[in-house]
């Protein structure tokens, strides 16, 4: 069992009663929990999944991209007396079934989700996270209070797709698993020669495959998306609770498991409490420095960071633009040089990624004008925050003297310096700024020409090159960069 201090305590992080017992409001707040390699898990408080992107298990297949709803969630049922009581929610056409949601007395983030549910003078409290650096998450069931032992049992629900679709009947996906030899691990395999997920919990596995029919994604419908999705079930686990009692279910595309998921579980609320500065007082300061953790990856090399949730991924240009409070505020300074070393080996004809494509596939896409400007200006922060002179001056130096070289040659999409001195790009069909949203053939905010925060960001570079010029003995070089800026 955990030390008490870990036990749910509700502070400025926990939602009141109100909230988690009205089912419009506990929908609406949505939950997640990362693993530093892209994968997540992610839903609501009421439990109701109300997107794609919701998961007990998101893996990165190829990380930090390749993410698949692996695992949709665990379907859980407490046995009181002889009494089943539901403690799941989903939404169906038309309905909302079963009533789980009325069980959810709490909810708090501190630090890791966790809900308190009561059922008559039985409390539970329920935990859910994901073991750093692996595609693994784990539920951490505790019975509180009860005046004697109940059954939960806990039935896991697949999906098995890449996490932009959605999984519909599927004949050919098996539902039988593999039990070890104290039937307590289930190994399914769902397709020859595919990924392998391992389902564990501390009591006996009941095979009983099915499918269940018409779970319905609401947010879905306000993108212009199908929202149905039918999942499938290998059977259910018993699990017996004594009070006092915890029992972790864990599920992994690993191929194990770690072999102790209380100190797995330690650790990360160890180190989720540890992402906090020492001093600091602010409870919402202290809720920043815990949620942007959730978008850097820092278990690949070089470290990503995530463009957004749930479905963004590592992009060029807000990588760079959120880079000083990602890294530099935190003071993560060696990932922070790891990632800009990265971006200076990237640098092509002037230009960086705008993006990977999902699912880790060959080629990034050059198609940014402003990513290679944001370069400059994380490239000054950093040196600025971490008075690393050497590693600006010859690593960054020659990769932001290269994008102004090309800059000013001119390069892809029309990219180029004009007579005026002033970053000119763009044409018919392109979206080279932030605002790039394009469908078909169709370009929303084309921004040809010289946009403002460009040559904003242009000036900037130009002036962050001329300083790191003259730490280099550059004074010429500095001079008439800073002559051309003061032109721009």
């Not at 070890?180 to 020669?193: F, I, Q, S, V």
């Not at 922060?381 to 690393?388: C, F, H, K, N, P």
């Amino acid at each position: 069992m955990l030390e008490h201090d870990d036990s749910l305590r509700f502070t400025h992080a926990a939602l009141d009663a109100a909230t988690v017992g009205d089912l419009t409001s506990a929908t609406a707040r949505e939950w997640l929990v990362t693993n530093g390699l892209g994968g997540f898990a992610s839903g609501t408080v009421s439990g109701i999944a109300t997107r794609r992107y919701h998961g007990l298990l998101v893996a990165a297949l190829a990380p930090p991209r390749g993410r698949h709803v692996l695992v949709s969630h665990v379907e859980e049922t407490l046995t009181v007396d002889g009494r089943r009581v539901a403690l799941s929610s989903h939404a169906f056409p038309g309905a909302v079934h079963p009533d789980g949601w009325r069980r959810v007395e709490g909810f708090a983030l501190d630090p890791l989700p966790t809900w308190r549910l009561r059922v008559g003078g039985v409390t539970l409290e329920r935990r859910v996270f994901m073991v750093r650096g692996q595609n693994t998450t784990v539920v951490r069931y505790r019975l509180v209070e009860a005046a004697s032992p109940v059954l939960l049992t806990l039935r896991p629900f697949g999906a098995f797709r890449d996490f932009h679709a959605h999984r519909r009947h599927d004949p050919s996906m098996r539902l039988e698993v593999t039990l070890d030899a104290e039937g307590r691990t289930a190994r399914w395999t769902p397709y020859p020669d595919w990924v392998t997920v391992t389902l564990q919990a501390p009591g006996p596995f009941a095979p009983s495959p099915d499918w269940w029919w018409n779970f319905e994604h609401a947010i879905e419908r306000e993108r212009g998306l199908d929202v149905i999705e039918d999942l499938a079930t290998p059977g259910e686990f018993l699990v017996a609770l004594q009070p006092g009692e915890d029992a972790h279910f864990a599920v992994t595309c690993e191929p194990t498991l770690p072999a102790d998921l209380v100190a797995a579980e330690r650790a990360e609320v160890a180190r989720l409490r540890s992402l906090v500065p020492e001093g600091e007082t602010d409870a919402r300061v202290a809720m920043l420095h815990r949620a942007v953790d959730a978008y850097r990856v820092d278990r690949t090399e070089p470290p990503a960071l995530l463009a957004g949730y749930p479905w963004f991924e590592d992009w060029g240009r807000d990588t760079l633009i959120a880079f000083t409070g990602a890294y530099l505020v935190p003071r993560r300074f060696d990932e922070g040089r790891r990632l800009l070393a990265a971006f200076a080996r990237y640098v092509s004809e002037g230009m960086l990624p705008n993006r990977f494509p999902d699912g880790g596939g060959g080629h990034a896409d050059y198609n940014t004008v402003d990513a290679p400007v944001w370069f400059f200006h994380a490239a000054r922060r950093y040196v600025q925050y971490t008075r690393d002179v050497e590693f600006g001056v010859t690593v960054l130096r020659p990769a932001l003297a290269e994008v102004e070289r090309w800059f000013r040659r001119g390069t892809r999409y029309n990219i180029h310096v004009g007579d005026d001195g002033l970053v000119y790009a763009g044409g018919p069909g392109t979206q080279l700024t932030w605002m790039d949203a394009k469908v078909g053939d169709t370009v929303f905010t084309p921004r040809n020409g010289a946009s403002v925060e460009v040559n904003a960001l242009w000036h900037a570079g130009l002036l962050t090159l001329a300083w790191l010029a003259e730490m280099a003995d550059g004074a010429a070089e500095a001079e008439r960069l800073r002559r051309d800026a003061e032109r721009v």
